[in-house]
């Protein structure tokens, strides 16, 4: 299994089905731009992330002429674009700074140096340094934990009402890739969300 073959099978359903949706798809990034992001985070990213930005850099999410909407592999979140996953991290990181700044008798000052330690997949209870959000919308995002353990490199939620205390959900980028290429090509769910094509749109669906 690898973020390439996954995306793949993505991209090749959406070409027949979701044509719309596949038009939307940005180009990837070549090495050197993933190296210059990564580097800015100082973190270094799962091969599972640099190959996602391998092969896209997000997606348009609405015509700029017209407004429509125009659909997402994702339910209910967005693939970033490599800087927008940046600059996302760096915002969640400076609200929990000055969270842990105004508060010091909730939270110790090394309080996200302490959480950084613990294993991958162990709640943080806040955004840390080693999560890399990649996928999103709104006040809820996907992101890549890349602390060390055996969940090492393990994909979670962190929702500003509820942190990451959701635990992880996928193993890697390409197990949920492949989570999501098998939901298309099945018409079977992902959690509660079903895929949908209205006028080559690829939409989700809350299955009832």
Not at 70 to 92: C, H, M, N, Q, W
Request: net charge negative; proline share 5%; with cysteine.
């Amino acid at each position: 299994m690898s973020v390439a073959d996954e995306w793949g099978r993505i991209t090749t359903w959406c070409r027949t089905h979701a044509p719309v949706t596949a038009a939307a798809f940005q180009p990837g990034l070549s090495d050197s731009i993933i190296d210059e992001f990564e580097a800015s985070t100082g973190v270094s990213w799962p091969q599972d992330l640099r190959d996602l930005y391998r092969v896209q850099n997000g997606s348009l999410t609405h015509d700029d002429r017209t407004g429509l909407f125009l659909g997402s592999v994702l339910p209910d979140k967005f693939l970033y674009p490599i800087d927008v996953a940046t600059e996302v991290r760096l915002t969640l990181l400076e609200t929990w700074d000055e969270t842990i700044y105004e508060n010091p008798d909730l939270y110790p000052a090394d309080e996200m140096d302490r959480r950084d330690r613990d294993d991958a997949g162990t709640a943080a209870n806040m955004f840390i340094p080693t999560f890399i959000p990649f996928a999103g919308l709104d006040e809820y995002h996907f992101f890549v934990d890349t602390r060390g353990g055996a969940l090492h490199h393990c994909v979670t939620e962190y929702a500003s009402d509820g942190t990451d205390n959701g635990g992880p959900i996928w193993a890697s980028v390409s197990v949920m890739l492949a989570a999501h290429a098998t939901a298309l090509e099945t018409g079977d769910t992902i959690g509660v969300w079903k895929p949908v094509v209205s006028k080559g749109v690829l939409e989700w669906e809350v299955d009832t």
